[in-house]
């Protein structure tokens, strides 16, 4: 069951994923399951690539669904080629995914330059979803929980208790992302209870009460109810599955399921 005071959030990163037209048709489709249950409490957000945020905040106006960047830039304008900052992703969306372990591994990004990212998106009135996920060596060896809290004191570090309370952290075990071996419901609601005991640690009792923990990591049709009926799971950040608008569907309505 997923607690009563923090709302459940599903959401769907798209990765390298669908051209602008793909995107606004795959949007107008979760639009259109969302819109037959109207009575829905769980939040639900589409993060497609840069070049679509616009087609797919178009497609979803006036919807209960919300809109995410997959990445930012820690610095408003200036000479980053390719980049793209949180100033400009303002009017287009309402979250952005810094630290996932995609850009963690193949473009270097460190727990410092993550807590920039955070601190820049926040800077703007965004949501940032942050990540953190241990590799299968440190799940082997047991010492992904140690890893995984370090990833949460470093990529949070010098945000304020309000500020942490406000965000969103995804759980994603980077052994678990793409490979259709999910942890396990009752693994992934240990290690979100560990990284919320973290917080509580660090930030205070407040903000380990309202921030809310996704888990992410193979998260399917099949699998959600049970992941999102743990306790301290939170919603899910959701890869692959959520590039199919009824298996999607089927993972919000699964964290309906689970509310108290
Ligand atoms: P999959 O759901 O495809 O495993 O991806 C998870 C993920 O990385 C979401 O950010």
Known sequence: MVSAVRRPIIAGNWKMNTTVAEATD???QVRAAVASHPDYHTEVVLCPPFLSLSAVAAAVEDAPIGVGAQNCYPADSGAYTGEVS??????????VIVGHSERRGYFGEDNAF???????????????????GE???HYEAGTGAAFVTAQITGSLHDLSADAVGSLVIAYEPIWAIGTGHAAT???A???IGAIRATVADTWGAAAA????IQYGGSVAAANAATLLAEPEIDGALVGGASLKAD???????AAEVSLP
Do not use: W
Not at 114 to 127: R, Y
Not at 247 to 253: G, L, M, Y
């Open 86 to 95: 949180a100033a400009m992703l303002v009017g287009l969306c309402q979250y």
């Open 247 to 253: 298996e999607f569907a089927a993972i919000i309505a």
């Open 189 to 191: 609601n240990t290690m």
């Open 114 to 132: 993550v807590q920039q990212k955070a601190a820049h998106a926040l800077a703007h009135g965004l949501t940032p979803i942050v990540c953190v």
């Open 185 to 187: 419901a009752a693994d």
């Open 26 to 28: 795959l949007a107008r």
């Open 135 to 137: 590799s299968l060596e």
């Open 209 to 212: 009460g309202r921030v809310r």
